[in-house]
């Protein structure tokens, strides 16, 4: 069996896996649909306040650590100044004159490190700066896109889709309660 990191639940046959907590009420619905039909399952699905299936796709709301900044690691000062500096012109060459180190030793050991390439880990910073401010700010997508160093709303839509398969609004709207539902 190999990894589905978009399912909710995998069904092996004689195994059956959820991604995590909430995904296991869909792994639950899912058993009772394939033992004793969609109308039973629909029927608790209801009863439970649950969508009766869920399609999945739910890597947007995966938490991607930030590696650590100890003392041990030679990239830790140049990391934390690029996540405080997200917003700005990011160069390999401008992280590596921040480091202190030729762009051929800051690249090969960035990815020793890290382990992936400098733009991909910038941009996995961005979106996870950007997921952050449309969750807990009302600032305009606008805004956020120039706060992450986007360029445009138009890219960070862009990045959006092409790595969570959903809109900066949509997501939004996921995250955040409906006015005046706090408390209810």
Not at 7 to 19: E, P, Q
Not at 57 to 71: C, K, Y
Not at 123 to 134: E, N
């Amino acid at each position: 069996m190999r990894l589905n990191q978009e399912a909710l639940y995998v069904d092996d046959g004689d195994i059956v896996t959820s991604a995590g907590t909430t995904a296991a009420i869909d792994t639950c619905l899912h058993l009772l649909r394939r033992q004793h039909g969609a109308e039973l399952a629909n029927r608790v699905a209801r009863r439970i306040v649950a969508p009766p299936h869920r399609a999945g796709g739910q890597a947007q709301f995966i938490e991607h650590p930030l590696p650590p900044t100890d003392s041990g690691n030679p990239l830790a000062e140049t990391l934390q100044w690029t996540i405080e500096n997200l917003g700005e012109h990011l160069t390999v060459d401008r992280l590596a004159a921040h480091a202190l180190m030729s762009r051929r030793t800051f690249t090969r050991t960035f990815r020793k490190v890290i382990g992936t390439s400098v733009a991909q880990w910038i941009a996995t910073q961005r979106l996870a700066m950007a997921q952050r401010l449309l969750e807990t700010t009302d600032l305009t997508i606008d805004h956020i896109a120039t706060l992450c160093g986007y360029g445009s709303p138009v890219t960070m839509r862009d990045q959006f889709w092409k790595s969570l398969t959903t809109t900066p609004s949509t997501y939004r709207r996921t995250f955040q309660p409906p006015p005046g539902s706090i408390g209810r």
